[in-house]
């Protein structure tokens, strides 16, 4: 029996990208089905600010980003804006078809070599 999951996910959230790296190199006969959205939007629709929108929690969890790459021996670079509007991203994925290897190239560029959403080669 194969184990399928849906995934909803933003490009713009370490902790996506940390989840994204579990799921395909630990569980790799889990077929994920890809759903891009947009986190800011869940925020905006419970009144409540992302966890880089408010000071004190911002450094908290960029400090616990960086000890859970660490750890797990995963690479992790901050990308030079952060928080920053994912549309354009979410927006490539849907129209490259949404699949493991363009999510993983999408994340690797934005969270491995601390790329902008918005610097593309």
């Known amino acids: 029996m194969n ?12 902790f996506a990208y940390f989840q994204h790296r579990y799921l395909t190199n630990e569980h790799p006969d889990i077929e994920i089905r890809y759903y891009p959205i947009l986190l800011g939007a869940l925020f905006v629709q419970n009144q409540h600010k992302g966890p880089a929108e408010i000071p004190v929690k911002r450094i908290m969890t960029y400090r616990h980003c960086i000890w859970y790459a660490k750890r797990h021996q995963i690479p992790f670079q901050f990308p030079d804006i952060h928080p920053y509007h994912p549309v354009s ?31 593309a080669e």
Not at 3 to 14: A, G, L, V
Not at 90 to 95: I, M, T
Not at 97 to 108: G, L, P, Q, R
């Open 89 to 119: 991203v979410l927006r490539l994925a849907l129209a490259a078809d949404v699949n493991a290897e363009t999510v993983s190239k999408i994340f690797e560029f934005i969270w491995v070599d601390g790329k902008s959403h918005d610097q």
């Open 3 to 14: 184990k399928s999951i849906d995934w909803y996910f933003d490009f713009i959230s370490p």
